[in-house]
């Protein structure tokens, strides 16, 4: 009997860790290191976020996010893209930021999508997501597999709204597989101050004295 006890104890120790090591070599990593809508984050590394999903279970995933983005910014919400599945989330970490499936409100920006995961954390100071604040943050979704988060039609994985840059302006991050740090799309009245070409300031200067001019003589 006890013999059978500790071979049931190794066989089922065995299947762990084949399971562990299966979950292991499954696992994908995505790095947002792309600027989908600038302005860019204004921390040095360009690796501004990595999420890494793992097979968890049967049709379930764990999903380890790390970010370097820091205080005034913090991340809002993740988008990702799937070829199936019925994602749920369904347990997060208590200890970190408060991370919502129906938070999401679905703005990603245009010509990004389709998506068919969106997660929204909460944008009060003491439960926002920055990395001195829940990185690593752990969450579990059911309804789908680590082989169903794939890059969409317009070659996106995954984008992530960054709040606080600059301290009113926000961006869009990304990975798409592309190089870091592209210049992405301008948002108005955040993509920094354009200065008017020299000839531009003389055409402005001669319609300032043609304005001038006409006054006095009206006068």
Known sequence: MKFFNKKSLAIAGLAT?????????????????SVVT????????????????????????????????????????IFFSLNGGTPRLVADDVNNPDLSQSRCNGAAPAGTGPWQLCLGFASSEEVRFDTLNGSPYTFYVTGVT?????????GFYSVAHVQGISDSCSGWIGDNGSAANNPGVPVEGCGGTSVPEPGTLALLGLGLLGVGLTRRRLT
């Open 146 to 154: 680590e082989s169903m988060f794939v890059q969409n039609g317009r």
């Open 17 to 33: 860790a084949a399971f562990a090591a299966s979950s292991a070599a499954n696992a994908i990593t995505l790095t947002y290191d």
């Open 38 to 77: 600038s302005p860019a984050p204004q921390t040095s590394d360009p690796a501004w976020m990595t999420a890494t999903i793992t097979n968890s279970g049967l049709n379930s995933v764990m999903i380890v996010l790390e970010t370097s983005v820091s205080s005034p910014e913090f991340i809002t919400q």
